[in-house]
């Protein structure tokens, strides 16, 4: 099958939104520290990008889930594959996604860090596809919405490939 990818949303939009964001969760967070977990792999491009435009103190850790799904959907049985290494006990939490789809993954991880008793919770993703919610999530910061399509690049990957473009592309399989 050939794979092509076509830019969706090019790297200094991306940038650009980006900036946005980190300066909106500055003065959100002012006079806190915000403790960003990210969730492997796909959010460690917009996690990094995020971190560089905020200017108040951030700390890190990264949580590894496994959906038992296929390549393009999840299946909503969420398993840990990774969990943190610190408590997130009176913390100012900051969940940073990659892509929110049908909403299984986050509802169920939501839940879990709701559980741990931080002081806040909020969520971060870089993209949303309302259009395929089946389970409701609060999301907090959103880069872009987008149609029903499927994206790789800036940590999005197609098979664990792509993950490293600059841009966020359309991936056409034909
Ligand atoms: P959800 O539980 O259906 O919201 O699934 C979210 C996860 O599905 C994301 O963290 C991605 O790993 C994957 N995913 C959903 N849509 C896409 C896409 O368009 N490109 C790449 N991965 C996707
Ligand atoms: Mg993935």
């Not at 915000?34 to 560089?52: D, E, N, S």
């Not at 943190?84 to 100012?92: A, H, V």
């Not at 792509?162 to 592309?169: A, D, H």
């Amino acid at each position: 099958m050939a794979e092509e990818v076509s830019v969706l949303v090019a790297e200094e939009d991306v940038q650009e939104r980006i900036r946005a964001l980190g300066e909106q969760i500055s003065k959100d967070y002012e006079g806190k520290t915000v403790h960003i977990i990210g969730v492997l792999k796909g959010a460690c491009y917009f996690m990094c990008a995020l971190a560089r435009y905020i200017s108040v103190p951030v700390t890190f850790d990264f949580m590894s889930v496994s959906s038992y799904g296929d390549d393009t959907k999840s299946s909503g049985i969420v398993r840990i594959v990774k969990d943190l290494d610190e408590p997130l006990t009176g913390k100012d939490v900051l969940i940073v996604e990659d892509i929110i789809d049908s909403g299984r993954t986050l509802s169920h991880l939501m839940e879990l860090m709701k559980g741990r008793k931080p002081a806040s919770l909020k969520l971060a993703t870089l993209l949303d596809k309302p259009d395929r919610r089946v389970t409701e999530v609060n999301v907090d910061y959103t880069g872009f919405e987008i149609e029903d399509v499927f994206v790789v690049g800036f940590g999005l990957d197609y098979q664990q490939r792509y993950r490293n473009l600059p841009f966020i592309g359309i991936m056409n399989l034909s």
